[in-house]
T-cell receptor
Framework: AQKVTQAQTEISVVEKEDVTLDCVYE???????LFWYKQPPSGELVFLIR??????QNEISGRYSWNFQKSTSSFNFTITASQVVDSAVYFC?????????????FGQGTTLQVKP | NAGVMQNPRHLVRRRGQEARLRCSPM?????VYWYRQLPEEGLKFMVY????????ESGMPKERFSAEFPKEGPSILRIQQVVRGDSAAYFC?????????????FGQGTRLTVV
C-alpha cells in the first residue's frame, strides 16, 4: 500500500493562479515528520518544509502555504499567485519513527506546469 | 560550506559493466542515505549508512548492488553487471544526525544510463 499518495500526476495552471498540491499519507506511528521537496527541471531536490506530527499549525512562507490535517492524514501545499519559475515536480515525503533511521518515503510526485 | 557533492553527474555504462557512484557528504555529516529515482517515478530509499556501518539496507536490491561509507573518503554506491533497468537518477543525502525527522541535504544526483 502506498504510504504517501499524491493523486495529482500533473497540474497545469496559468501564471497568477493559485494551485494546491495534495498529499495524503498513511502511518501507524504517532511520531512522524512530513516534508515537501521541489525538483526543478535541472534535477536537484530543493527542501521546502518539514513538519512534525505534533504541530498542526498551518504555515505560510511567502507565496507558499501548507495545510496539515491529522484528521484526514493530509499535508497539502498551496502556491498563491503562481509564477513560471514554480514549474517543477513537487514531492511529499514521510519520515516515520519506527526504525528511527530518518529515511524518507516519497510520494510519486506532482508535475506542476505554470504557463505564462 | 560546500553542499553534498555527487559525482559523476552523468554516467553511461554498457550492459554488464560496473557503475560506481560517489557521494561526499556535507562537512560534519556522518550519515548518508541513497535513493533511486526511476523515470517518471518518485524517489525510493535504498540504503542508510553511518561511517563504516550499514544501518538499513532494506531498499537495496538483493543482488549486484552494494554500498559503503568508509572512515575516510566518500560513500560509494556500486552496481555490478548493470542492466537497462538500472538506468535511473541516484541521489545521495547527508545529515549530521540520524533518526526520525532528520533534515537531510540532497546532492544533485547521478544520472546513470545503461546502453
Amino acid at each position: 500500500a502506498q504510504k504517501v499518495t499524491q493523486a495529482q500526476t500533473e497540474i497545469s495552471v496559468v501564471e497568477k493562479e493559485d494551485v494546491t498540491l495534495d498529499c495524503v499519507y498513511e502511518t501507524r506511528d504517532t511520531t512522524y515528520y512530513l516534508f515537501w521537496y521541489k525538483q526543478p527541471p535541472s534535477g536537484e531536490l530543493v527542501f521546502l518544509i518539514r513538519r512534525n506530527s505534533f504541530d498542526e499549525q498551518n504555515e505560510i512562507s511567502g507565496r507558499y502555504s501548507w495545510n496539515f490535517q491529522k484528521s484526514t492524514s493530509s499535508f497539502n501545499f498551496t502556491i498563491t499567485a503562481s509564477q513560471v519559475v514554480d514549474s517543477a515536480v513537487y514531492f511529499c515525503a514521510l519520515s516515520e519513527a519506527s526504525g528511527n533511521t530518518g529515511k524518507l518515503i516519497f510520494g510519486q510526485g506532482t508535475t506542476l506546469q505554470v504557463k505564462p | 560550506n560546500a553542499g553534498v557533492m555527487q559525482n559523476p553527474r552523468h554516467l553511461v555504462r554498457r550492459r554488464g559493466q560496473e557503475a560506481r557512484l560517489r557521494c561526499s557528504p556535507m562537512k560534519g555529516h556522518s550519515h548518508v542515505y541513497w535513493y533511486r529515482q526511476l523515470p517518471e517515478e518518485g524517489l525510493k530509499f535504498m540504503v542508510y549508512l553511518q561511517k563504516e556501518n550499514i544501518i538499513d539496507e532494506s531498499g537495496m536490491p538483493k543482488e549486484r548492488f552494494s554500498a559503503e561509507f568508509p572512515k575516510e573518503g566518500p560513500s560509494i554506491l556500486r552496481i555490478q553487471q548493470v542492466v537497462r533497468g538500472d538506468s535511473a537518477a541516484y541521489f545521495c543525502a547527508s545529515s549530521r544526525t540520524g533518526g526520525v525527522g532528520t533534515e537531510a541535504f540532497f546532492g544533485q544526483g547521478t544520472r546513470l544510463t545503461v546502453v
